[in-house]
Nanobody, 115 residues
Framework: QVQLVESGGGLVQPGGSLKLSCAASISIFRINYMGWYRQAPGKERELVASITSGGSTNYADSVKGRFTISRDYAKNTLYLQMNSLKPEDTAVYYC?????????WGQGTQVTVSS
């Protein structure tokens, strides 16, 4: 069992920045894959960024060059640094962790980009 707790969402103006955090209940050394997903109203959940245990990263085309995924092993935490935010980035952002062939999700954190 892995529990994930996201934080860091909020309201930000276009062009602004936010940093999301996802704290895991186990050592992230034991997690094969972690990712950030988002779901906007009326749309399907989509991958934003991911990172494997080996350090390989993957980004959605829409966020490349603006978002950065990273992790802190000492804090067992996954991050998503979001810069140059756009209104279309508005969504609930979810953290996912794959461990022992099972995918775990956090409860989500709302990000709203609006002037």
């Amino acid at each position: 069992q892995v529990q994930l707790v996201e934080s860091g969402g909020g309201l930000v103006q276009p062009g602004g920045s936010l940093k999301l955090s996802c704290a895991a209940s186990i050592s992230i050394f034991r997690i094969n894959y972690m990712g950030w997903y988002r779901q906007a109203p009326g749309k399907e959940r989509e991958l934003v960024a991911s990172i494997t245990s080996g350090g390989s990263t993957n980004y959605a085309d829409s966020v490349k060059g603006r978002f950065t995924i990273s992790r802190d092993y000492a804090k067992n935490t996954l991050y998503l640094q979001m810069n140059s935010l756009k209104p279309e980035d508005t969504a609930v952002y979810y953290c996912r962790a794959d461990h022992n062939n099972y995918g775990y999700w956090g409860q989500g954190t709302q990000v709203t980009v609006s002037s």
